[in-house]
């Protein structure tokens, strides 16, 4: 029998092209999507007509406890900073039986990695710290309070502890991401388009500090095969994949230093004519935050987390181009965006 699938987030990036990947591979899914009005269900069902639309937004705590009581497998993209939304799947999740358990895969993010960082208020220095999801599991799996997104995470992971036989859940935890989302909303992402558009809206390129910090990238692509690879385990009743406290599953495909993006903006951005010079700007604390609320977090700090679950466990192999090969193409996103293209 087809699982039942209840989703958030399908008209964002992350949730709008797995949701793309889950209509290609799995026609048969019978699929809710929460959506925030109807215009939103008609954005989605205009790209996938089978699929059922709820209207409702993150608090409508009622409609997300039954929409998960009724489901097999849940996925959750939307907002990992949103208690009250992982509350309500926690509470939906407590009416499962180990007959019937509930499957609840669940997208956090490598912010909660920032840590070092964060307490230190640091930016655009190096940190060698680094993580994995296989040697050192419980140590991101037990992350102090004050992390990013460790509230939330902590809800997930405690409705997986509380009731292990019932409640099966996958924490996905995705770094900088990037490319083209296949999805019927919002195709990109964040970090280096914003940083784009900072550097064609100033006509200067910009470097945050040192530009010594290192972070993982993922393309959005290679990041769904993740996605659908766990739904596909779920549905085979936990297949190869790891669940509960062994539920925690890092998405990279490599490094790269945040200060050879920003030079690499730059120059991509004066070789198309956008801006007038190459070189940036060293900047301080206060000149970036003015430029963006969030580039001291998104430009400036440290995340490595090291994906190795995936590869092992299913042989998740990501294999789309690099953000360096994709800059030119998002420097051009947001340049059209912005109209100056």
Sequence with gaps: MAPKIFLTGATGYIGGDSLYLIAQKHPDWEV???????????????????????VGDLDSAALIEEEVRNADIVYHFANC????????????????????????????????????????????????????????IDEVTNLPDDAFHRDVDKIVLEAGYSAPASVKTAIV??????????????????????????????????????GKNVWHEIHVHDLSDLYITLGEAAAEGGGKATWNDKGYYFAENGQFCWGDVERAIARIAYEKKLIPSPDVEPLSDDQVAAINPFGLYSWGTNSRGHAIRARNLFGWSPSRPSLSALLPSIVEIEAKDLGLL
């Design 173 to 210: 935890c995705p770094c900088t991401i990037y490319g083209p989302g296949r999805g019927p909303g919002n195709p990109k992402s964040y970090q280096a388009y914003k940083l784009s558009e900072a550097v064609l809206q100033r006509k200067k390129g910009l470097l945050v500090g040192e």
């Design 32 to 54: 809710t999507a929460l959506v925030r009005s109807e215009a939103k269900a008609a954005q989605v069902k205009s790209q996938y007509p089978g699929i059922r639309t709820v």
């Design 81 to 136: 900073d949103h208690v009250a939304s992982a509350k309500a799947i926690a509470k939906g999740a407590s009416h499962h039986t180990p007959e019937r358990p509930l499957w609840w895969i669940h997208t956090s993010g490598t912010g909660i990695l920032t840590l070092e960082d964060q307490r230190a208020k640091t930016h655009g220095i190096e940190r060698p710290k680094s993580y994995d999801d296989w040697d050192h």
